[in-house]
């Protein structure tokens, strides 16, 4: 990473860097980068091809099992779990990104890579062959414990492995590898289920680690191997790290549970959960965070506002689409297929040089863009709007996010020191994760409040067309989305960072 930048006085070290910015010179990932050699040239091609390898991989399923996941509940009676079906993937990814920031800072990210995704691919596996709803979400937690090791590690292996100015470009390639998945995943998957059967969307995947695992491992082995400075004595784990991290994700699974058991009984997780919970966050993330302080602090906590919401709306619109205008599933999923495209133009067009000293009013703009398109998107539950008015919308939020996400990653790799890669990767993916776990849980709470679990009874019965109509349960979880997404435009004005001399 970039060696630290002045800060204001409020900002301590904290979190790492996070998702996609562009090349910031014409022609650094093409490996021409002003001679030295840019991400394909002959010192990094390798790696960067397994690596790129790795998050095409990663891409591919989160947009195939999004498609496939409405077909899997219905089939496993279990559409009032729908949101722990996703909430529990964030859950235990919580605790696998502090583990993985630690593992990373002592030994090299090749071993919390590697098992990070094995696990991964034996999550899949264990969904795939699931025979009853529990199981299915036991097996996405191990999938999230898997997927929490290998984000962390990723971004080490950028820290580590690239000179600063080549890692806006692989940043860059990190947010193109998803084009293609957001296009092709969909249509795969919802083929795949209606004529083989959505089983094989998650049992096809995991055969296809190999190939990106032999081509990233013994590039990073070569490359990123070992601490960050060889010549200190490596530290140990640092275990109240580790406690907090569990505090984390065992409180946010106990919110889970309270969120889904809607009775008075539910107030003892509840309030269990949020005594853990809350004292573990302010132990993990930057000082100031909560209160959105300037800086590194916002910056934080802005990106776990813009993906918590987009995420926990997007988890349901190929359910709404699905049941309640009757789309199949292929169509469902491709709905949003043109968002990886615009979210890939958001992130380059906040990398160019001269868009460097607007980057809040970006920031702002993305996020007010995310917000119109959830608060669009329930439109399509009056018959009269054109379904397709959702797949145009997204693509819209899918920009502002790339411009919010690209920014974000950015200002992170300014503000955290090389040694700092792990730890700070891990506590920004918290803020992240924890953002996804809580608003789809508070999504799925009101969801299942107004009776959305009713949905997938009659859809279940149903032999294609909408069935049983509940809007508000739908309404219920974008428009609250809608609003987080708003208050992240007014902590996009905090993300600048007081110089001092």
């Not at 997938?456 to 032999?463: F, P, Q, V």
Request: charged residues 10%; hydrophobic residues 55%.
């Amino acid at each position: 990473m970039t060696a630290p930048e002045p800060r204001d006085t409020e900002v301590t070290h904290a979190p790492r860097a996070t998702a996609a910015p562009h090349p910031t010179g014409g022609d650094a990932v093409r490996g021409g980068d002003g001679g030295g050699g840019g991400v394909l040239g002959p010192a990094h091609r390798a790696l960067s091809v397994g690596i790129v390898a790795v998050v095409f991989l990663i891409a591919f399923e989160a947009t195939a099992v999004g498609t496939a996941m409405p077909v899997a509940a219905r089939d496993l009676h279990g559409v009032g779990l729908y949101a722990f079906a996703f909430s529990s993937y964030f859950t235990t990814s919580l605790f696998g990104m502090v583990v993985a920031g630690q593992w990373a800072d002592r030994r090299g990210p090749l071993g919390a890579l590697a098992s990070g995704m094995a696990a991964w691919a034996a999550g899949l596996a264990l969904s795939g062959t699931a025979e009853a709803m529990w199981v299915f979400v036991a097996g996405r937690a191990v999938q999230g414990l898997g997927g929490g090791l290998v984000i962390v590690a990723l971004y080490v292996v950028v820290s580590r492995a690239y000179p600063p100015r080549l890692q806006p470009a692989i940043m860059a390639a990190f947010a193109a590898s998803w084009v293609i998945p957001s296009v092709v995943g969909p249509l795969a998957a919802g083929t795949i289920a209606e004529h083989l059967g959505w089983r094989w969307v998650f049992l096809g995947i995991p055969a296809l680690v190999a190939v990106p695992l032999a081509l990233a491992l013994p590039a990073i082995r070569q490359r990123a191997s070992g601490p960050a400075d060889p010549h200190a004595p490596v530290p140990a784990f640092d275990r109240r790290r580790i406690r907090l991290a569990l505090g984390i994700a065992l409180g946010a699974a106990l919110l889970q549970y309270a969120g889904q058991d809607l009775r008075w009984l539910s107030l003892l997780p509840a309030a269990a959960g949020a005594a853990l919970l809350v004292p573990s966050v302010l132990g993990v993330l930057p000082k100031g965070t909560y209160r959105a302080a300037r800086g590194l602090p916002s910056v934080v906590l802005l990106r776990g506002i813009a993906a918590g919401s987009f995420i926990a709306a997007e988890s349901f619109v190929p359910l709404m689409l699905v049941t309640q205008r009757g789309l199949s599933p292929t169509l469902a999923g491709l709905s949003l297929a043109a968002g990886g495209a615009t979210w890939a133009l958001g992130s380059y067009v906040q990398s160019r040089p001269r868009t460097e000293g607007y980057r809040e009013r970006l920031v702002a703009l993305g996020m007010l863009l995310v917000a119109a398109a959830i608060a669009a998107a329930p439109a399509v539950l009056i018959d009269s709007v054109p379904v397709w008015t959702v797949a145009v919308a997204w693509t819209f939020g899918c920009f502002g996010m790339g411009l919010v996400i690209g920014s974000t990653s950015v200002l992170l790799l300014k503000l955290s020191a090389p040694e700092e890669a792990g730890a700070n990767s891990a506590a920004l993916q918290i803020s992240d994760a924890l953002s996804n776990v809580l608003l789809l849980a508070a999504g799925g709470a009101a969801f299942a409040a107004l009776g959305g679990g009713a949905v997938g009874a009659a859809a279940h019965g149903a032999a294609g067309g909408a069935t049983g109509s509940h809007p508000a349960a739908f309404a219920a979880v974008f428009l609250p989305m809608a609003g987080v997404a708003l208050v992240g435009a007014w902590v996009a004005t905090r993300l600048g960072v007081r110089r001092t001399v």
